[in-house]
Protein backbone atom coordinates (compact mmCIF):
# COMPACT_ATOMS: atom_id res chain seq x y z
CA UNK A 1 0.00 0.00 0.00
CA UNK A 2 1.34 3.78 -1.13
CA UNK A 3 2.09 5.97 2.31
CA UNK A 4 -0.07 8.28 0.32
CA UNK A 5 -3.66 5.40 0.90
CA UNK A 6 -2.48 4.36 4.28
CA UNK A 7 -2.67 8.19 5.62
CA UNK A 8 -5.84 8.78 3.52
CA UNK A 9 -7.63 11.91 4.54
CA UNK A 10 -4.83 13.18 6.92
CA UNK A 11 -1.93 15.58 6.53
CA UNK A 12 0.82 14.63 8.25
CA UNK A 13 4.16 15.82 8.04
CA UNK A 14 7.53 14.47 6.87
CA UNK A 15 9.04 13.98 10.32
CA UNK A 16 5.62 11.84 11.52
CA UNK A 17 5.89 9.93 8.14
CA UNK A 18 9.76 8.90 8.67
CA UNK A 19 8.73 7.44 12.48
CA UNK A 20 5.82 4.91 10.95
CA UNK A 21 7.55 4.01 7.51
CA UNK A 22 10.23 2.50 10.20
CA UNK A 23 7.56 1.02 11.97
CA UNK A 24 5.73 -0.47 9.45
CA UNK A 25 9.13 -1.68 7.73
CA UNK A 26 11.01 -3.16 11.27
CA UNK A 27 7.99 -3.43 13.80
CA UNK A 28 5.57 -6.84 14.10
CA UNK A 29 2.50 -5.26 12.94
CA UNK A 30 0.24 -6.74 15.78
CA UNK A 31 -1.29 -3.11 16.24
CA UNK A 32 -3.61 -0.77 14.28
CA UNK A 33 -2.28 2.58 15.93
CA UNK A 34 -3.45 5.90 15.39
CA UNK A 35 -1.22 7.62 12.53
CA UNK A 36 0.35 9.87 14.95
CA UNK A 37 3.76 9.32 16.61
CA UNK A 38 3.88 10.97 19.98
CA UNK A 39 7.34 11.84 21.70
CA UNK A 40 6.63 13.71 24.80
CA UNK A 41 3.51 13.40 27.59
CA UNK A 42 2.47 15.24 30.63
CA UNK A 43 -0.45 14.61 32.43
CA UNK A 44 -3.42 14.63 30.80
CA UNK A 45 -2.02 15.33 27.33
CA UNK A 46 0.42 14.01 24.67
CA UNK A 47 2.64 15.83 22.01
CA UNK A 48 3.75 14.27 18.86
CA UNK A 49 6.65 14.93 17.03
CA UNK A 50 5.50 17.84 15.68
CA UNK A 51 5.30 19.60 18.58
CA UNK A 52 0.91 18.95 18.64
CA UNK A 53 -1.08 18.88 21.59
CA UNK A 54 -3.31 15.95 22.43
CA UNK A 55 -6.00 15.24 25.28
CA UNK A 56 -5.28 11.44 25.94
CA UNK A 57 -8.46 10.03 26.66
CA UNK A 58 -6.95 6.49 25.27
CA UNK A 59 -4.46 6.62 28.70
CA UNK A 60 -2.44 3.58 27.40
CA UNK A 61 -5.96 1.60 28.09
CA UNK A 62 -6.37 2.42 31.78
CA UNK A 63 -3.04 2.62 32.95
CA UNK A 64 -2.56 6.42 33.29
CA UNK A 65 -5.36 6.87 35.94
CA UNK A 66 -2.26 9.46 37.62
CA UNK A 67 -2.27 10.82 34.21
CA UNK A 68 1.36 10.78 32.36
CA UNK A 69 4.81 11.09 34.28
CA UNK A 70 3.07 12.00 37.64
CA UNK A 71 5.93 13.90 39.54
CA UNK A 72 5.36 12.18 42.71
CA UNK A 73 5.86 8.60 41.77
CA UNK A 74 8.51 9.39 39.34
CA UNK A 75 10.67 10.67 42.37
CA UNK A 76 10.08 7.68 44.05
CA UNK A 77 11.50 5.73 41.17
CA UNK A 78 14.24 8.00 40.95
CA UNK A 79 14.63 7.69 44.82
CA UNK A 80 14.52 3.50 44.72
CA UNK A 81 17.27 3.69 41.80
CA UNK A 82 20.15 4.70 44.74
CA UNK A 83 19.46 1.78 46.27
CA UNK A 84 18.56 -1.55 44.91
CA UNK A 85 15.79 -2.42 41.79
CA UNK A 86 15.84 -6.12 41.57
CA UNK A 87 16.63 -8.88 43.73
CA UNK A 88 14.56 -12.08 42.14
CA UNK A 89 12.36 -13.53 44.47
CA UNK A 90 15.07 -15.94 46.12
CA UNK A 91 15.70 -13.03 48.64
CA UNK A 92 13.68 -11.28 50.80
CA UNK A 93 13.67 -7.27 50.09
CA UNK A 94 12.41 -4.82 52.06
CA UNK A 95 10.06 -2.69 49.75
CA UNK A 96 8.11 -5.78 48.79
CA UNK A 97 7.46 -6.41 52.20
CA UNK A 98 5.77 -2.94 52.66
CA UNK A 99 3.95 -3.06 49.39
CA UNK A 100 2.52 -6.52 50.41
CA UNK A 101 1.63 -4.61 53.56
CA UNK A 102 0.10 -1.32 51.55
CA UNK A 103 -1.72 -3.54 49.43
CA UNK A 104 -3.51 -5.72 51.94
CA UNK A 105 -4.63 -3.18 54.55
CA UNK A 106 -5.68 -0.75 51.36
CA UNK A 107 -8.07 -2.87 49.58
CA UNK A 108 -9.02 -5.24 52.69
CA UNK A 109 -7.28 -8.74 52.27
CA UNK A 110 -4.85 -10.52 54.17
CA UNK A 111 -2.70 -11.44 51.48
CA UNK A 112 -1.00 -10.53 48.19
CA UNK A 113 1.25 -11.23 44.96
CA UNK A 114 2.75 -9.45 42.92
CA UNK A 115 3.42 -10.17 39.03
CA UNK A 116 3.85 -7.76 35.94
CA UNK A 117 0.94 -7.42 33.61
CA UNK A 118 -2.28 -7.49 33.99
CA UNK A 119 -2.79 -10.79 31.67
CA UNK A 120 -0.05 -12.15 34.46
CA UNK A 121 -2.38 -10.98 37.44
CA UNK A 122 -5.50 -13.40 35.65
CA UNK A 123 -3.12 -16.09 35.02
CA UNK A 124 -1.69 -16.03 38.65
CA UNK A 125 -5.84 -15.97 40.33
CA UNK A 126 -6.79 -18.75 37.99
CA UNK A 127 -3.54 -21.07 38.96
CA UNK A 128 -4.54 -19.98 42.51
CA UNK A 129 -8.55 -21.26 41.81
CA UNK A 130 -7.60 -24.29 40.05
CA UNK A 131 -5.45 -25.19 43.23
CA UNK A 132 -7.66 -24.19 45.69
CA UNK A 133 -10.28 -26.43 43.94
CA UNK A 134 -7.68 -29.46 43.71
CA UNK A 135 -7.07 -29.05 47.45
CA UNK A 136 -9.96 -27.73 49.48
CA UNK A 137 -13.17 -28.08 47.09
CA UNK A 138 -11.78 -31.67 45.84
CA UNK A 139 -13.03 -31.62 42.33
CA UNK A 140 -11.14 -34.72 40.83
CA UNK A 141 -8.32 -34.09 38.94
CA UNK A 142 -8.02 -32.04 35.82
CA UNK A 143 -11.59 -31.50 35.82
CA UNK A 144 -11.80 -27.88 37.27
CA UNK A 145 -14.25 -25.51 35.13
CA UNK A 146 -13.47 -21.36 35.15
CA UNK A 147 -16.86 -19.75 33.82
CA UNK A 148 -16.28 -16.75 32.15
CA UNK A 149 -18.13 -14.06 30.33
CA UNK A 150 -18.84 -13.33 26.64
CA UNK A 151 -17.22 -10.51 25.33
CA UNK A 152 -14.28 -10.71 28.03
CA UNK A 153 -10.86 -9.06 27.59
CA UNK A 154 -8.23 -10.23 29.98
CA UNK A 155 -5.13 -10.45 27.85
CA UNK A 156 -3.52 -12.15 24.44
CA UNK A 157 -1.65 -14.92 26.29
CA UNK A 158 -2.44 -18.78 24.92
CA UNK A 159 -4.52 -18.89 28.17
CA UNK A 160 -6.38 -15.78 27.71
CA UNK A 161 -7.30 -16.85 24.33
CA UNK A 162 -8.60 -20.07 24.85
CA UNK A 163 -11.14 -18.09 27.05
CA UNK A 164 -12.18 -15.64 24.55
CA UNK A 165 -15.09 -15.59 22.14
CA UNK A 166 -12.89 -13.37 19.80
CA UNK A 167 -12.12 -14.24 16.66
CA UNK A 168 -9.48 -11.71 16.18
CA UNK A 169 -7.42 -13.74 19.43
CA UNK A 170 -8.26 -17.33 18.81
CA UNK A 171 -7.80 -18.08 15.04
CA UNK A 172 -4.74 -19.88 14.13
CA UNK A 173 -3.34 -19.65 17.76
CA UNK A 174 -4.63 -23.33 18.89
CA UNK A 175 -4.75 -25.51 20.48
CA UNK A 176 -5.58 -24.13 23.33
CA UNK A 177 -6.19 -24.26 27.24
CA UNK A 178 -8.95 -26.49 28.32
CA UNK A 179 -11.30 -25.86 30.83
CA UNK A 180 -13.35 -22.52 29.90
CA UNK A 181 -16.83 -22.58 29.71
CA UNK A 182 -17.87 -19.13 28.14
CA UNK A 183 -21.34 -17.78 28.97
CA UNK A 184 -23.78 -14.58 28.48
CA UNK A 185 -22.27 -11.74 30.49
CA UNK A 186 -25.18 -10.90 31.80
CA UNK A 187 -26.98 -13.61 32.09
CA UNK A 188 -27.39 -14.43 35.60
CA UNK A 189 -29.76 -17.57 35.01
CA UNK A 190 -26.99 -18.98 32.47
CA UNK A 191 -24.67 -18.78 34.77
CA UNK A 192 -26.58 -20.47 37.49
CA UNK A 193 -27.93 -23.43 35.30
CA UNK A 194 -24.46 -24.20 34.71
CA UNK A 195 -23.38 -24.12 38.36
CA UNK A 196 -26.43 -26.42 39.34
CA UNK A 197 -25.52 -29.17 36.46
CA UNK A 198 -21.72 -28.78 36.95
CA UNK A 199 -20.23 -29.65 40.55
CA UNK A 200 -16.58 -29.00 39.07
CA UNK A 201 -16.60 -25.30 38.49
CA UNK A 202 -13.83 -23.91 40.64
CA UNK A 203 -14.16 -20.25 39.85
CA UNK A 204 -16.28 -17.44 37.79
CA UNK A 205 -13.62 -14.47 36.44
CA UNK A 206 -15.63 -11.39 35.50
CA UNK A 207 -14.99 -7.97 34.94
CA UNK A 208 -16.88 -5.31 36.36
CA UNK A 209 -17.78 -3.52 33.53
CA UNK A 210 -16.11 -4.89 30.04
CA UNK A 211 -13.35 -2.29 28.93
CA UNK A 212 -12.36 -3.74 25.65
CA UNK A 213 -15.74 -5.24 24.89
CA UNK A 214 -16.69 -1.45 24.60
CA UNK A 215 -17.74 -0.39 28.06
CA UNK A 216 -20.77 -2.73 28.80
CA UNK A 217 -22.11 -1.96 31.97
CA UNK A 218 -24.19 -4.62 33.59
CA UNK A 219 -27.41 -4.99 35.34
CA UNK A 220 -27.19 -3.87 39.03
CA UNK A 221 -28.20 -7.32 40.07
CA UNK A 222 -25.58 -9.59 38.38
CA UNK A 223 -22.95 -9.02 40.66
CA UNK A 224 -24.87 -9.48 43.74
CA UNK A 225 -26.20 -12.56 42.54
CA UNK A 226 -22.96 -13.75 40.89
CA UNK A 227 -21.40 -13.48 44.56
CA UNK A 228 -24.70 -15.46 46.14
CA UNK A 229 -24.50 -18.40 44.20
CA UNK A 230 -20.62 -18.15 44.78
CA UNK A 231 -21.21 -18.58 47.95
CA UNK A 232 -23.95 -21.39 47.45
CA UNK A 233 -21.71 -23.68 45.02
CA UNK A 234 -18.59 -22.89 46.89
CA UNK A 235 -17.06 -21.62 43.88
CA UNK A 236 -14.45 -18.57 44.19
CA UNK A 237 -15.35 -15.54 42.60
CA UNK A 238 -12.45 -13.74 40.28
CA UNK A 239 -13.03 -9.98 39.74
CA UNK A 240 -10.78 -8.77 37.13
CA UNK A 241 -10.11 -4.66 38.03
CA UNK A 242 -7.15 -4.33 36.07
CA UNK A 243 -8.65 -1.68 33.44
CA UNK A 244 -11.63 -0.76 35.84
CA UNK A 245 -9.64 -0.66 39.42
CA UNK A 246 -7.93 2.37 41.43
CA UNK A 247 -9.94 4.85 40.65
CA UNK A 248 -11.50 4.29 37.27
CA UNK A 249 -15.10 4.41 37.83
CA UNK A 250 -15.52 6.16 40.72
CA UNK A 251 -14.72 4.07 43.33
CA UNK A 252 -11.04 2.80 44.10
CA UNK A 253 -12.33 -1.04 43.02
CA UNK A 254 -14.88 -0.55 40.82
CA UNK A 255 -16.83 -4.01 43.14
CA UNK A 256 -17.80 -1.32 45.03
CA UNK A 257 -20.34 0.03 43.38
CA UNK A 258 -22.11 -3.96 43.39
CA UNK A 259 -21.49 -4.13 47.18
CA UNK A 260 -19.72 -7.12 46.77
CA UNK A 261 -15.84 -8.15 47.34
CA UNK A 262 -14.26 -10.72 45.40
CA UNK A 263 -12.29 -13.70 46.40
CA UNK A 264 -9.58 -13.16 44.23
CA UNK A 265 -9.12 -9.54 43.28
CA UNK A 266 -6.63 -8.70 40.18
CA UNK A 267 -4.82 -5.32 39.59
CA UNK A 268 -2.76 -4.06 37.23
CA UNK A 269 -1.87 -0.86 34.75
CA UNK A 270 -3.09 1.93 36.37
CA UNK A 271 -1.07 -0.28 39.58
CA UNK A 272 2.18 1.49 38.40
CA UNK A 273 0.87 4.81 37.49
CA UNK A 274 1.89 4.31 33.65
CA UNK A 275 5.76 4.01 34.63
CA UNK A 276 6.07 -0.02 34.12
CA UNK A 277 4.15 -3.23 34.15
CA UNK A 278 2.97 -4.03 37.46
CA UNK A 279 0.09 -6.25 38.76
CA UNK A 280 -1.03 -8.00 41.94
CA UNK A 281 -3.90 -10.49 42.89
CA UNK A 282 -5.00 -10.30 46.54
CA UNK A 283 -7.15 -12.80 48.33
CA UNK A 284 -7.39 -14.30 51.85
CA UNK A 285 -5.71 -16.95 53.35
CA UNK A 286 -8.37 -19.36 52.67
CA UNK A 287 -7.46 -19.34 49.42
CA UNK A 288 -3.47 -18.41 49.24
CA UNK A 289 -2.86 -20.98 51.72
CA UNK A 290 -2.51 -23.82 48.92
CA UNK A 291 0.43 -21.85 47.00
CA UNK A 292 3.91 -23.22 48.37
CA UNK A 293 7.60 -22.58 47.53
CA UNK A 294 7.55 -23.20 43.63
CA UNK A 295 3.88 -22.94 42.88
CA UNK A 296 4.36 -19.93 41.14
CA UNK A 297 7.08 -17.20 40.41
CA UNK A 298 8.42 -14.12 38.35
CA UNK A 299 11.65 -12.95 38.41
CA UNK A 300 10.72 -9.40 38.43
CA UNK A 301 7.09 -10.11 40.07
CA UNK A 302 7.79 -7.82 43.40
CA UNK A 303 10.58 -5.92 42.62
CA UNK A 304 12.06 -3.51 45.03
CA UNK A 305 11.66 -0.84 41.89
CA UNK A 306 8.13 -2.02 41.25
CA UNK A 307 7.18 -2.45 45.20
CA UNK A 308 8.05 1.32 46.18
CA UNK A 309 6.30 2.30 42.62
CA UNK A 310 2.51 0.54 43.58
CA UNK A 311 2.59 2.33 46.60
CA UNK A 312 2.96 5.57 45.77
CA UNK A 313 0.61 5.30 42.75
CA UNK A 314 -2.17 4.27 44.82
CA UNK A 315 -1.36 7.00 47.62
CA UNK A 316 -1.65 9.59 44.60
CA UNK A 317 -4.82 8.17 43.53
CA UNK A 318 -5.97 8.04 47.39
CA UNK A 319 -4.61 11.54 48.73
CA UNK A 320 -5.25 13.93 45.77
CA UNK A 321 -9.00 13.04 45.21
CA UNK A 322 -8.90 11.31 41.92
CA UNK A 323 -11.49 8.81 42.67
CA UNK A 324 -14.22 11.61 43.41
CA UNK A 325 -12.56 13.81 40.77
CA UNK A 326 -13.63 10.89 38.02
CA UNK A 327 -16.87 10.33 39.86
CA UNK A 328 -17.88 13.94 39.02
CA UNK A 329 -16.13 14.41 35.97
CA UNK A 330 -17.52 10.96 34.26
CA UNK A 331 -20.85 12.29 35.53
CA UNK A 332 -20.67 15.14 33.68
CA UNK A 333 -19.34 13.77 30.63
CA UNK A 334 -22.00 11.56 30.56
CA UNK A 335 -25.29 13.94 31.19
CA UNK A 336 -23.64 16.30 28.92
CA UNK A 337 -22.83 13.47 25.65
CA UNK A 338 -26.75 12.83 26.00
CA UNK A 339 -27.81 16.01 26.18
CA UNK A 340 -25.90 17.65 23.36
CA UNK A 341 -26.46 13.98 21.03
CA UNK A 342 -30.08 14.53 21.21
CA UNK A 343 -31.35 14.33 17.79
CA UNK A 344 -28.35 12.38 16.46
CA UNK A 345 -29.54 8.57 15.78
CA UNK A 346 -26.04 7.74 15.30
CA UNK A 347 -25.34 8.08 18.73
CA UNK A 348 -26.43 5.15 20.55
CA UNK A 349 -26.22 3.79 24.26
CA UNK A 350 -24.09 6.55 26.11
CA UNK A 351 -22.88 4.04 29.61
CA UNK A 352 -20.22 4.06 31.55
CA UNK A 353 -19.03 4.51 35.81
CA UNK A 354 -16.72 7.80 36.51
CA UNK A 355 -14.10 7.93 33.44
CA UNK A 356 -14.44 4.45 31.89
CA UNK A 357 -16.82 5.63 29.44
CA UNK A 358 -18.50 4.38 25.58
CA UNK A 359 -21.11 4.72 23.80
CA UNK A 360 -21.82 3.43 19.58
CA UNK A 361 -21.53 4.89 16.55
CA UNK A 362 -23.97 3.83 14.17
CA UNK A 363 -22.47 4.01 10.42
CA UNK A 364 -25.62 3.44 8.60
CA UNK A 365 -26.99 7.01 9.35
CA UNK A 366 -23.52 8.84 10.92
CA UNK A 367 -19.79 9.09 10.54
CA UNK A 368 -18.02 5.85 8.95
CA UNK A 369 -15.87 4.80 12.20
CA UNK A 370 -12.28 5.49 11.12
CA UNK A 371 -13.16 8.82 9.54
CA UNK A 372 -14.79 9.83 12.65
CA UNK A 373 -11.41 8.68 14.98
CA UNK A 374 -9.04 10.34 13.06
CA UNK A 375 -11.45 13.79 13.11
CA UNK A 376 -11.29 13.56 16.76
CA UNK A 377 -7.14 13.37 16.34
CA UNK A 378 -7.04 16.07 14.15
CA UNK A 379 -9.31 18.29 16.33
CA UNK A 380 -6.99 17.37 19.77
CA UNK A 381 -8.46 14.44 21.22
CA UNK A 382 -7.29 10.63 21.06
CA UNK A 383 -10.11 8.16 21.43
CA UNK A 384 -10.15 4.68 19.86
CA UNK A 385 -13.13 2.27 19.27
CA UNK A 386 -12.82 -1.39 21.00
CA UNK A 387 -14.97 -2.54 18.29
CA UNK A 388 -16.31 -2.26 15.10
CA UNK A 389 -19.19 0.34 16.37
CA UNK A 390 -17.94 0.90 19.73
CA UNK A 391 -15.77 3.61 21.21
CA UNK A 392 -14.13 4.05 24.73
CA UNK A 393 -13.57 7.58 26.36
CA UNK A 394 -11.17 6.66 29.15
CA UNK A 395 -8.93 10.23 30.18
CA UNK A 396 -6.61 10.61 33.31
CA UNK A 397 -8.49 11.12 36.16
CA UNK A 398 -6.98 14.37 36.67
CA UNK A 399 -9.16 16.15 34.12
CA UNK A 400 -11.34 19.20 35.08
CA UNK A 401 -14.25 20.73 34.27
CA UNK A 402 -12.56 22.45 30.83
CA UNK A 403 -11.21 19.66 29.44
CA UNK A 404 -14.38 17.65 30.27
CA UNK A 405 -15.97 20.14 28.03
CA UNK A 406 -13.41 19.80 25.19
CA UNK A 407 -14.19 16.48 25.44
CA UNK A 408 -17.70 16.32 24.86
CA UNK A 409 -17.28 19.37 22.22
CA UNK A 410 -14.63 17.31 20.14
CA UNK A 411 -16.85 13.71 19.83
CA UNK A 412 -19.57 16.05 18.48
CA UNK A 413 -17.80 18.25 16.17
CA UNK A 414 -15.77 15.38 14.87
CA UNK A 415 -19.11 13.15 14.58
CA UNK A 416 -20.67 16.40 11.83
CA UNK A 417 -18.44 14.63 8.86
Same mark, same amino acid.
Not at 129 to 146: F, G, H, L, S
Given at each position: ??????????????????????????????????????????????????????????????????????????????????????????????????????????????????????????????????????????????????????????????????????????????????????????????????????????????????????????????????????????????????????????????? $??????? *? +?? #?????????? /? %??????????????????????????????????????????????? $??????? *? +?? #?????????? /? %?????????????????????????????????????????????????????????????????????????
Amino acid at each position: MSMKRFFGRLHVSEETKKYIEKDLKYNCQNYGPLKMVIAKARGSYVWDVDGKKYLDAISAYGAMNQGHLHPRIKNKIIEQLDYCTLTGRGLHNNRLAEASEFLTSTFGYQRSIMMNTGVEGGETAIKIARRWAYEVKKIPDNKADVLIASRNFWGRTITACSSSDDPERFTNFGPFTPGFKILPYDNIEAFESELKSNPNVAAIMLEPIQGEGGVIVPSDALFPKIRQLCDSYNVLLIVDEVQTGLGRTGKLLCQ $EHYGVKA *D +LT #ILGKALSGGF /M %PISAVLGNDSVFKVMKPGSHGSTYGGNPLASVTCIEAIKVIQEEGLV $ENARRMG *D +LI #ISRLKERTKG /M %PYFKDIRGKGLFIGFDIDENCGPKMEDFIEENCMRGLLIKNTKPTKVKVAPSLLINEREADFIVNTIIDSSKL
